[in-house]
């Protein structure tokens, strides 16, 4: 089955700085990459994804980017604020899953004022 | 709004117990799903189902089982509750292909 390994586990940085959390996954024949923010207490909730026949999305200050050949995507913050602090966690699906997802650890994003 | 509701926000069980958890959505979503969320682990799943009466084996079934007898309602079992069994359950629902998910508020599930 699918394999989805995150990095980092814990990040922490400063008000308007970037964040890069990346993550691989095991099975070639996964094709579509969401990302799923869970702020403290709260559900999770997409944020982004990504199909396998696009490289790149963006959409405000976050953007997903996938290299099939190496088999892994990241999610890039630009000027983080205080409330982009949350866990962030990556999946992979692929055609036929029954849109079943298999989620990465997840990374705890630390934005300091 | 996809309303997706959990029975119980907190649940302290005696181990050997039997433990109903249930889920319900509100948006005629076909698929449903049920995942244990650790420090660590990330979301695991554990049962889903694509159908009235269906269920498909996650990557932890051992010592679960579900139920899915109307299309809104998804019921997670323990059928003995063992302490190895405390965890935050989240269940959530979508409405196939590749259609974003939708989660309940969690139940944090304590054994003792």
């Known amino acids: 089955g699918e394999n989805v390994e995150q990095h980092p586990s814990t990040l922490s940085v400063q008000e308007g700085d970037s964040a890069v959390i990346k993550c691989t996954y095991s099975d070639s024949a996964s094709n579509y990459f969401p990302w799923y923010k869970q702020e403290l207490g709260k559900r999770p909730q997409l944020i982004i994804d990504i199909r396998s026949n696009v490289g790149e999305k963006k959409d405000q200050r976050i953007a997903v980017t996938l290299n099939k050949t190496a088999k892994h995507f990241s999610l890039h913050i630009t000027e983080t604020q205080p409330e982009d602090s949350a866990v962030y966690f990556c999946a992979a699906s692929r055609r036929g899953s029954g849109s079943r997802l298999t989620f990465g650890e997840g990374t705890q994003l630390t934005v300091n004022p | 709004d996809v309303k997706v509701t959990q029975s119980s926000r907190y649940l302290v069980k005696r181990t050997g117990e039997k433990v109903f958890l249930e889920c319900v959505q509100d948006m005629d979503h076909e698929n449903m799903f049920w995942y244990r969320q650790d420090p660590g682990l990330g979301l695991r799943l554990i049962y889903f189902?694509?159908?009235?009466?269906?269920?498909e084996k996650g990557d932890i079934p051992e010592g679960y089982s579900v139920s899915r007898e109307k299309k809104e309602r998804f019921s997670l079992i323990l059928e003995s509750a063992s302490t190895n069994q405390t965890s935050m359950y989240l269940c959530a629902s979508s409405s196939g292909g590749y259609d974003e998910q939708f989660f309940g508020p969690g139940t944090r599930l304590t054994v003792l």
């Open positions: 189902s694509y159908d009235v009466k269906m269920k």
